[in-house]
T-cell receptor, first 119, second 111 residues
Framework: DGGITQSPKYLFRKEGQNVTLSCEQNLNHDAMYWYRQDPGQGLRLIYYSQIVNDFQKGDIAEGYSVSREKKESFPLTVTSAQKNPTAFYLC??????????????????FGPGTRLTVL | QKEVEQDPGPLSVPEGAIVSLNCTYSNSAFQYFMWYRQYSRKGPELLMYTYSSGNKEDGRFTAQVDKSSKYISLFIRDSQPSDSATYLCAMRTGTASKLTFGTGTRLQVTL
């Protein structure tokens, strides 16, 4: 089955600790994304990567870091510099803009999410 | 002002009702418009995808885009309790891969 996996599903962190959220896809997509979702604020883009070894900051990158060493993997580290890290984190992937995929359009596929709680 | 505005609801309707969900946007460069459905504690899934202006129908769902008014809508006919979810509008320009999302509207369909 092709898809996106995120782990863990639930994560608890003490203040001052860094934590890393995993995102893996086997869809052979070039682009991958990290979003944060808070109640009443929709999805906000943290970082995105269009190709291996390259990534760009999204709208709320402060306090986060990413790496893209493999096409399949795009881990997100929530650092101690992130002041309010408790949220639902979603990873997504998509084919290139020029590739309209099997359905005829460029779609972002989402993983199941990781709920991070800071204690 | 946010680039994409969406009423967060909640919107409660009886089973069988027609539901209308809407978003407005300010960036005239947006060309691709999407509606995602998100069940509680799950990732969003794509429901409808529309390019430029016009209507698109898929079963009980109809997506409308009015670029002149910068307004998009999703209609759900014969709503079912299984339609209870949060509906997120999303859009992007022709050259960018990243999406801009609305805040989502929470829909509750009651028996």
């Amino acid at each position: 089955d092709g898809g996106i996996t995120q782990s863990p599903k639930y994560l608890f962190r003490k203040e001052g600790q860094n934590v890393t959220l995993s995102c893996e896809q086997n869809l052979n997509h070039d682009a991958m994304y990290w979003y944060r979702q808070d109640p009443g604020q929709g999805l906000r883009l943290i970082y995105y990567s269009q190709i291996v070894n390259d990534f760009q900051k999204g709208d709320i990158a402060e306090g986060y870091s990413v790496s893209r060493e493999k096409k399949e993997s795009f881990p997100l580290t929530v650092t101690s510099a992130q002041k309010n890290p408790t949220a639902f984190y979603l990873c997504a992937s998509s084919p290139p803009v020029w590739d309209r995929g099997r359905n005829g359009y460029n779609e972002q596929f989402f993983g199941p999410g990781t709920r991070l709680t800071v204690l | 002002q946010k680039e994409v505005e969406q009423d967060p609801g909640p919107l409660s309707v009886p089973e069988g009702a027609i539901v209308s969900l809407n978003c407005t946007y300010s960036n005239s460069a947006f060309q691709y418009f999407m509606w995602y459905r998100q069940y509680s504690r799950k990732g969003p899934e794509l429901l409808m995808y529309t390019y430029s202006s016009g209507n698109k129908e898929d079963g009980r769902f109809t997506a409308q885009v009015d670029k002149s008014s910068k307004y998009i809508s999703l209609f759900i006919r014969d709503s079912q309790p299984s339609d209870s979810a949060t509906y997120l509008c999303a859009m992007r320009t022709g050259t960018a891969s990243k999406l801009t999302f609305g805040t989502g509207t929470r829909l509750q369909v009651t028996l």
